[in-house]
């Protein structure tokens, strides 16, 4: 027995759990950005803020090397949030039609999703490995899973396949 959902109720629920995604990954990128100003300007705060990814040791160590640490993980972190902005701003405006889904809109939803599943893939990767780099130079670090740099090869394979799922919506057109 197949049981048939509404489709805009199965709308609905994705907009509440974007509308969900979106706030999380936002309050993530600003509790990273928010502990790495007090890692600067007060660092025995950090170890007591919310997220607690304490970059002190690396911040002693060289403030270059913190900084690219944190843009990285700011970057990651800004472009999962800007993911699901992109996904409730077309879910709200209601551009994308289930009646006629191949719309340039639809196809532009795509590939920007793509473009930024690459760039997370790039600066996840590119963090990891320089978080790795670090470590092997005696540096103190957190690890790369509270960085939220351990799966960039998986944000590659998503970009990849949005990509194609782009050029299969621009043919569709």
């Given at each position: 027995m197949v049981i048939k959902i509404p489709t805009q109720w199965i709308l609905r629920t994705l907009l509440f759990v974007s509308w969900f995604i979106f706030v999380g990954l936002s309050i993530e990128a600003g509790a990273f950005l928010t502990n790495a100003v007090f890692a600067v300007f007060k660092p025995s705060a950090v170890p007591i803020l919310w997220q607690q990814t304490d970059l002190s040791?690396?911040?002693?160590?060289?403030?270059?090397?913190?900084?690219?640490?944190?843009?990285?993980?700011?970057i990651v972190a800004g472009h999962k949030?800007?993911?699901?902005?992109?996904?409730?701003?077309?879910?709200l405006k209601k551009n994308i039609s289930m009646i006629q889904p191949?719309?340039?809109?639809?196809?532009?939803?795509?590939?920007n999703l793509s473009y930024l599943t690459f760039a997370i893939g790039?600066?996840?990767?590119?963090?990891?490995?320089?978080?790795?780099?670090?470590i092997s130079q005696g540096v103190k670090m957190p690890d790369t899973e509270s960085l939220h740099f351990d799966s960039g090869d998986v944000w590659f394979f998503m970009g990849i396949t949005l990509l194609v799922i782009g050029q299969i919506f621009r043919r569709g057109i």
């Open positions: 040791d690396l911040l002693r160590h060289d403030r270059g090397y913190f900084a690219v640490i944190v843009l990285c993980s700011a949030a800007c993911m699901f902005y992109l996904i409730i701003k077309a879910l191949f719309s340039i809109e639809a196809k532009r939803l795509v590939l790039l600066f996840s990767t590119m963090g990891y490995k320089y978080t790795h780099w670090l």
